[in-house]
């Protein structure tokens, strides 16, 4: 006898158990990692500034840190990243300003948050940004220590930042080799707004073979109070993920480059 062809009612069933296994891969395919989020508060001056860190389920020790609240498209491209390879981001809240603004004794002072790691930077930041005193520096230097103590010794720091196009990029280290840096990598078919700086050899060759605009700072670079400075002087690894603002997939692909070399490691 013939067999009999399925009914319409089995071939639904069918159908949805298609889709049903379907959409469960789509759904391990994309899990992501939810942060657990802390914020801690630092008073400068009357001033209080809040810091947010956020930590994603990691098997390695990646430290990402924002200084620079209106650097966005720089923490939205290491949120994107971490939720799917983990990691700890912490952000400097700042009213989305670029420079912590603080008042103290009746009087208002600024200074460049990615200036604060050394008194020289320091006190030159807050005169070039209206004035500066004794307890000014000393309320900025016990800020920058308050942000290092988040920073695990163990961890590498990668410090995210964005440019204006034409206002800072790769070729301005071309003319600061042997006093700032040690090599540079100019990839010319990439954006020079895109580049990354480390103190560490190995980490400059990693993004050189990717062909990714590169700068290895110098060992003896003069001290401006940055972050890259005081990493190299204490020896610690570091890196910063530069790209213009609005480059928000080639920072992506920078921190991915980053997040699977560690992997590997």
Excluded: W
Excluded at 100 to 125: E, K, V
């Amino acid at each position: 006898m013939p067999q009999k062809k399925p009914g319409v009612q089995y071939l639904l069933l069918l159908l949805n158990c298609v889709l049903c296994i379907s959409s469960c891969a789509q759904i391990d395919s994309s899990e992501t990692i939810t942060p657990v989020t802390q914020t801690h508060q630092h008073t400068i001056g009357s001033t209080a500034i809040y810091i947010t860190v956020d930590e994603y389920r990691s098997s390695h020790n990646i430290v990402f840190i924002n200084v620079h609240s209106n650097e966005k498209t720089a923490t939205d491209a290491a949120r994107q990243m971490l939720s799917l390879y983990g990691g700890t981001l912490i952000t400097i809240n700042n009213g989305d300003e670029r420079n912590i603004r603080f008042n103290m004794a009746n009087n208002s002072y600024s200074f460049d948050p990615n200036r604060m790691f050394s008194r020289n930077g320091l006190s030159t930041s807050l005169n070039l940004l209206g004035k500066s005193s004794v307890r000014a520096i000393n309320e900025g230097v016990r800020f920058a220590q308050f942000v290092l103590k988040l920073i695990p010794d163990s961890s590498l720091l990668v410090a995210l930042h964005n440019n204006r196009d034409d206002s800072y990029s790769v070729t301005d280290y071309l003319k600061k080799l042997k006093t700032f840096a040690t090599e540079v990598y100019l990839n010319k078919e990439a954006d020079p707004d895109d580049f990354i700086l480390t103190t560490n050899d190995s980490l400059y060759t990693v993004f050189k073979q990717n062909n990714v605009n590169a700068v290895l700072q110098n060992a003896s670079a003069e001290d401006d109070g940055s972050l890259s400075i005081y990493y190299g002087k204490m020896k610690k690894p570091y890196i910063n993920i530069e790209a213009q603002f609005g480059h928000l997939e080639e920072q992506m692909r920078m921190i991915k480059i980053l997040l699977e070399q560690q992997d590997r490691d």
